[in-house]
């Protein structure tokens, strides 16, 4: 399988930072970058995705920056909330094609008061 | 709530046994996803139907087998169990079978070997 691979493996935050997760994939014919969220105890959710045509993708507090050249993409959760504290994935796929996601392997995230 | 149902949530067996997963995608889709969770690989995919054919293979081990019925639920049974098979297992599921449709998870089936 090809592969996405994602750091920090886990990351700690004051409430109000900005952390920053990122993701490098191998397989230049990906055109689809989500990001999924997961909370103990629950399934992994979509949180926001990005297409390559595009370099930033912002949804309320989350954005996507994404480095088309160097096959790399990364999440900003902007004024981080204790409510954020969760494990976060990136994902990677060919739209075109018959191919599942293909996740990294998560960034547990902890967003302290 | 994603709509997709998983049964058992927890299931605690012996090596050598077999287990049956369940899933139930949410209503009207027609493709369901497996996926493994282990602390140290993260999310594999396993394997995905799509409205009763087998669509796409991952990772999934020889001692592991699914299928998905007329109903569209899906069963993934995992036999000759090793300690090793220890994880959260997930079912996802999709209106239909594109990669960029938003897949959607259920809360998993915790297996634990012993």
């Known amino acids: 399988q090809q592969q996405v691979k994602q750091s920090p493996q886990s990351l700690i935050v004051q409430k109000g930072g900005i952390p920053i997760i990122n993701c490098a994939y191998e397989?230049?014919?990906?055109?689809?970058f989500p990001w999924y969220q997961q909370f103990p105890g629950k399934g992994p959710a979509l949180l926001i995705a990005i297409r390559p045509d595009v370099s930033e993708k912002k949804e309320g507090r989350f954005t996507i920056s994404f480095n088309k050249s160097a096959k790399q993409f990364s999440l900003h959760i902007m004024d981080s909330q204790p409510g954020d504290s969760a494990t976060y994935f990136c994902a990677a796929t060919l739209l075109s094609g018959n191919t599942p996601l293909v996740f990294g392997k998560g960034t547990r995230l902890s967003v302290i008061a | 709530d994603s709509g997709v149902t998983q049964t058992p949530k927890h299931l605690i067996t012996a090596t050598g046994q077999r287990v049956t997963l369940r899933c139930s995608p949410r209503?009207?889709?027609?493709?369901v996803y497996w996926y493994q969770q282990s602390l140290d690989q993260g999310l594999q995919f396993l394997i995905q139907?799509?409205?009763?054919?087998?669509?796409a293979k991952g990772n999934i081990l020889e001692r592991f087998s699914a299928q998905q019925f007329p109903d569209l639920h899906s069963e993934l049974n995992l036999s000759s169990l090793e300690l090793g098979d220890s994880a959260l297992y997930f079912c996802a599921s999709s209106v239909d079978q594109d990669s960029g449709n938003t897949i959607y998870f259920g809360e998993g089936s915790w297996l634990t070997v012993v």
């Open positions: 209503s009207g889709d027609l493709s």
């Open positions: 139907y799509y409205n009763g054919e087998e669509r």
């Open positions: 397989n230049t014919a990906f055109d689809y």
